[in-house]
């Protein structure tokens, strides 16, 4: 008798712990429980996948979806859209709300906003203060809670813990990798002079790679003394990968396509489009940045999706905010890497599903093997297309990539068994659930 799935995934090049290679993959309620030739099998739904490469769910583990308070920027359902649309399934989204996301009751109103409006999965960072420090082994243990986040140095928001025992308060209690916004603030204070009115280019200059450099120095030295695991957010520099090459037994780090993509040579053209903290520097950083890939230095990729409206960038630097969107472009743009030959398409699943499975101890996804959600990101390698601000799904209805012609390409988004998008329209109402992780599964 034949086998009967909810869903069978068939003849597409699949890219698990395998290798790569043609098979069928079958889900039932929402799982993946087989992988081979299901010819044999029946189910409800057949998505025919010849000539399409079947990766694990992309997981962005870094991503600002404004909601709830900066909502005319971004929302979470916005947000979201633009994710699946992207090719990813799931995100870890920042603490840096209004209200701030520090407490148990500002988490448990970010899961009742995200639970069945969401398209794809979520999670929450939760922001470590020194006024919450005491309670973080708790708050990181939350249904929803990716971990805890720290900023060391301003950005957008009002979270910041700068000094060494304040960082120091938090890590003494967390039981989880906690995540860093590593810029040092007490040398952005020392260069706010280095800003040049009416000149984003300057913004590098002002945050300087010193200040990036100094602060990821500091921040080892902290987690050693707590005996705390960490991970540094989008490194921006050379010298921060050679650094964190000697400590990768405390510190993971993470990479962002925009850092991997640009160098200050484009301000010129993108003005404050391009403007992000920790900035986008001269090509040395870059290469040093790719450097980390090549080496198994980085761990994960992470967009920092950060929108703003266009009025609001178009403000005079240094009046303009930091951040561009970023979550829909992070597969194509890094499809593009791999058609190039930056890195290979195992690397790239390393990197954005097998590595976020893997630091952060997420229960049931990052694989494509039995038992672990039905998560899916279809993508066709082939593909030549351009990327345009009228595709995005971002409420900011901008990209820093507007024009770029890219090769692969996001064919369909599967969250849990589920078809959320196929060939760039979304296919059903959101029912994004929490993410669970294997050291704060509930009793």
């Known amino acids: 008798m034949a086998v009967t799935y909810d869903l069978i995934l068939t003849g597409g090049t699949v890219v698990n712990h395998d290798g790569q290679g043609t098979r069928d993959v079958g889900v039932r309620g929402g799982r993946i429980v087989a992988i081979g030739d299901l010819s044999q099998g029946s189910a409800g739904t057949r998505i025919d996948c010849r000539g399409l490469h079947v990766l694990p769910g992309v997981i962005d583990s870094q991503v600002h979806f404004r909601e709830p308070g900066l909502a005319h920027k971004e929302d979470l359902e916005t947000g979201s859209r633009a994710a699946v649309l992207g090719g990813v399934t799931a995100v870890f989204e920042m603490p840096n709300t209004n209200p701030l996301t520090i407490s148990e009751a500002a988490l448990a109103d970010k899961v009742r906003r995200a639970t069945g409006r969401m398209h794809c999965d979520f999670a929450f960072w939760v922001g470590g203060t020194r006024e919450n420090a005491g309670d973080v082994g708790e708050l990181e243990r939350l249904p929803g809670a990716a971990g805890i986040k720290v900023f060391m140095g301003s950005s957008t928001g009002n ?183 930056r890195l290979t398409l195992e690397r790239f699943v390393d990197l954005s599903s097998h590595g976020p499975n893997r630091i952060f101890g997420i229960a049931r996804k990052g694989r494509i093997a039995a038992g672990y959600d039905a998560d899916f990101t279809i993508v066709d390698l082939k593909r030549t297309q351009t990327i345009t601000n009228a595709q995005q799904g971002s409420k900011a209805g901008w990209t820093p990539h507007d024009g770029k012609q890219v090769t692969g390409w996001p064919v369909g988004t599967i969250v849990r068994g589920n078809r959320v998008m196929w060939e760039g329209e979304i296919i059903q109402k959101g029912q994004g659930r929490p993410v669970e992780f294997s050291e704060a599964l509930p009793a």
Request: with cysteine.
């Open 159 to 341: 979270l910041l813990v700068e000094d060494d025992e304040g960082v120091a308060s938090i890590l003494r209690n967390t039981r989880r990798r906690a995540a860093f916004h590593s810029e040092d603030e007490f040398r952005l204070r020392q260069r706010l002079a280095e800003r040049i009115e009416g000149d984003p280019s300057s913004h590098p200059v002002w945050r300087d790679e010193i200040a990036a450099f100094q602060c990821t120095e500091r921040l080892v030295r902290i987690a050693r003394q707590s005996r705390a695991r960490i991970h540094v957010l989008h490194i921006s520099t050379a010298e921060e990968i050679e650094f964190l090459e000697a400590h990768k037994d405390v510190a993971t780090c993470e990479a962002t396509p925009h850092h991997l993509t640009m160098s200050s040579d484009d301000y010129a053209r993108l003005g404050t489009l391009l403007q992000m903290n920790p900035p986008v520097r001269d090509s040395r950083h870059r290469e040093g940045i790719w450097h980390g890939i090549s080496q198994g230095v980085v761990d994960v990729l992470g967009s920092d999706h950060a929108p703003h409206t266009l009025d609001e960038k178009g403000k005079t630097y240094p009046a303009s905010p930091s951040g561009m969107t970023g979550v829909q472009t992070l597969v194509p743009i890094m499809l593009d890497h791999v058609n190039a030959g």
